[in-house]
């Protein structure tokens, strides 16, 4: 006798979570990269947070897909992943750039 249904405990949860702390975590870059005014140029910091934005968003379809297909495919991984390094150089160019 094998029994096919499986008790997932508390994984899937905190993969959510997970998740939603990954895209709150984009938000609160773009949010921060927007406040500052005077040090960075408007154009660069505009397209940081837009970028921070898109990676949000990209990680709530991915989570949600995840959710529901029980695995994220590696075509989507690699998307987040590529938005995750294009954000972080963004953000460190626009740190160089800076005006002190």
Do not use: K, N
Request: hydrophobic letters at 55%; aromatic letters at 4%.
């Amino acid at each position: 006798m094998t029994q096919t249904s499986r008790d997932p405990g508390l994984q899937p949860e905190r993969t959510q979570l997970s998740w939603e702390r990954t895209s709150l975590g984009f938000l609160a870059i773009g949010a921060l990269v927007l406040l500052r005014h005077g040090e960075l140029p408007f154009t660069g910091r505009l397209l940081v947070a837009t970028t921070a934005a898109v990676s949000a968003l990209a990680v709530v379809v991915i989570s949600r897909r995840f959710v529901s297909a029980d695995a994220a495919s590696p075509a989507a991984v690699i998307a987040l992943g590529s938005l995750t390094a294009a954000l972080a150089l963004g953000v460190a160019i626009l740190i160089i750039t800076a005006e002190p």
